[in-house]
């Protein structure tokens, strides 16, 4: 199992860890974890090796990648290049290692990591992983598996469905809750026991892969399950979902994990979930930091996507933080939607000013990137300069009061060039990464490409 990203990032992934424990499940199956190293250059002419028992990776029989998102495709190049393989599907050989992938990107487009892999496995893949093993490794040829693989109804073979992708797995409920097998000290989320407390959201978020529309909304884990789940050496307990503070029980579940001494981490909070109970249990679980999302910049905007965070409820989150002793709130955002002015940056100016009087605060920015199969699919980058200039203007306007961080354009103009691309932009991305990866030689390859879609693209970023 090969992440694409360095071991920090893939050890802290709950999808990448699940199918690692569930291989396990089956005797006869060992897996081992390779990942992306933290230093490339230092790595040349060593192969990629497993942690386990620091195998080439090029000597297993399947090699298996988790993609989160598109920026991770890089990472797929590289994996596969330091494991001695052409990157390219049809470029390897019989005898080269079966290629599957799966991840998170399955969710809205795996299009441009088509070309780098022999199948990729859409959606939840808690059991269609077992069915696809079985099959790979109980078929005679790579061209055999692949034609057993595209009979699944949610295995992608692009060499057999060329672009057209199958619906994504969910898996049976019985299956739930994905929990780690292995703690690492290594990993920002250190020392956690990650487990999942719910799967899915019931939210309508327009421009987000995991809203209710994607594999029936949320699916709930029992509070005495999760409980009953964690060792009782863990120190701390990562509750991961992408709605998880929806959770019904959220907050006696945090309790209780406070009365056992143990810290509590959460994937997300919304700021309409927020009360003084959920707080002073957060507090006691060793938050220091109070970190939600409002998305976006204006209450205008906020509507426009559904977006269900109100004034009313960040003001209440900031009052709740600063009245259980947290030392700041932080707060998630992206410029660059649909429709946004100026009058709506200038709206975060007032708001964030309002609110860094309540609590010290912190805002992390992200540009919109537009992904497939969610309401918002296909509309437009801002542009790189609209980006940076609204940057520019809510630093100018919150300089000294509110601490920025924010992700870089050029590199989200990359994410959503892929995100909206096809086999043509993974084999332009490939051509990005052999010329060095910068921004620069995205911007070369995605502009070489022959369609009029990068050239419009590209028109936003001059
Ligand atoms: S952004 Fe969050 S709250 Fe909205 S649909 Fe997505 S997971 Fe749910």
Avoid at 10 to 33: C, D, K, T, W
Avoid at 41 to 66: C, I, K, M, N, W
Wanted: charged letters at 25%.
């Amino acid at each position: 199992m090969v992440y694409p990203s360095p071991y920090a990032a893939g050890m802290s992934s709950l999808g990448f860890q699940q199918i690692y424990r569930r291989i396990h499940l089956n005797p006869q199956r060992v897996a081992e974890r390779a990942f992306l190293p933290d230093d490339i250059e230092a790595h040349r002419g060593v192969p990629l090796f497993t942690y386990e028992s620091l195998r080439p990776v090029g000597d297993f029989p399947v090699l298996a990648l988790s993609v989160a998102f598109e920026l991770e495709l890089a990472g797929v190049v590289q994996v596969l290049e330091l494991s001695g393989l052409d990157p390219l599907a049809e470029r390897r050989s019989a005898r080269d290692p079966f290629v599957l992938a799966g991840g998170p990107l399955t969710f809205s487009n795996p299009l441009p990591l088509a070309p780098f892999v022999d199948a990729i496995l859409m959606g939840e893949a808690d059991e269609t992983a077992e069915q696809a093993l079985d099959i790979v490794f109980g078929t005679s040829s790579k061209e055999e598996a692949k034609r057993e693989l595209a009979k699944l109804p949610s295995c992608f073979v692009p060499e057999i469905h060329g672009t057209e992708l199958p619906a994504s797995a969910k898996c049976a409920d019985a299956l739930l809750p994905a929990y780690a097998a292995i703690r690492t000290p290594h990993t920002e989320l250190r020392d956690m026991f990650l487990l999942e407390a719910e799967r899915g959201c019931h939210r309508q978020c327009q421009y987000c892969v995991m809203r209710r529309s994607t594999n029936g909304g949320m699916r709930i884990v029992p509070k005495e399950t999760i409980l009953g789940l964690i060792p009782e050496d863990a120190p701390r307990v990562g509750l991961v979902g992408a709605a998880v503070s929806d959770h019904p029980k959220i907050a006696e579940i945090v309790e209780a994990l406070a009365d056992q001494g143990r810290g509590v981490g959460l994937s997300s909070l919304r700021p309409d979930r927020l009360n003084d109970r959920f707080v002073a249990a957060l507090k006691r679980a060793g938050y220091r930091t109070l970190t939600t999302a409002s998305d976006g910049s204006s209450q205008r905007l906020r509507d426009a996507m559904q977006r269900k965070a109100r004034e009313r409820h960040l003001e209440k989150a900031a009052q709740l933080a600063r009245a259980h002793g947290m030392k700041r709130m932080k707060l998630y955002m992206m410029v660059g939607l649909p429709d946004e002015r100026d009058e709506d940056i200038d709206e975060l100016v007032q708001f964030g000013t309002e609110l860094s009087k309540i609590v010290p605060l912190s805002l992390g920015i992200a540009p919109f990137v537009a992904k497939r199969n969610t309401p918002l699919d296909g509309a437009d980058f801002a542009g790189i300069k609209v980006v940076e200039g609204r940057l520019k203007r809510l630093r100018r306007g919150l300089k000294g009061r509110v601490d920025l961080r924010a992700t870089s354009a050029r590199w989200a103009w990359v994410e959503y060039v892929l995100a909206q691309g096809g086999p043509a932009e993974g084999r332009a991305l490939l051509d990005a990464v052999r010329a060095g990866g910068s921004f620069r030689d995205y911007e070369r390859a995605f502009r070489a490409l022959p369609d009029d879609r990068p050239r419009r693209r590209l028109a936003v970023v001059a």
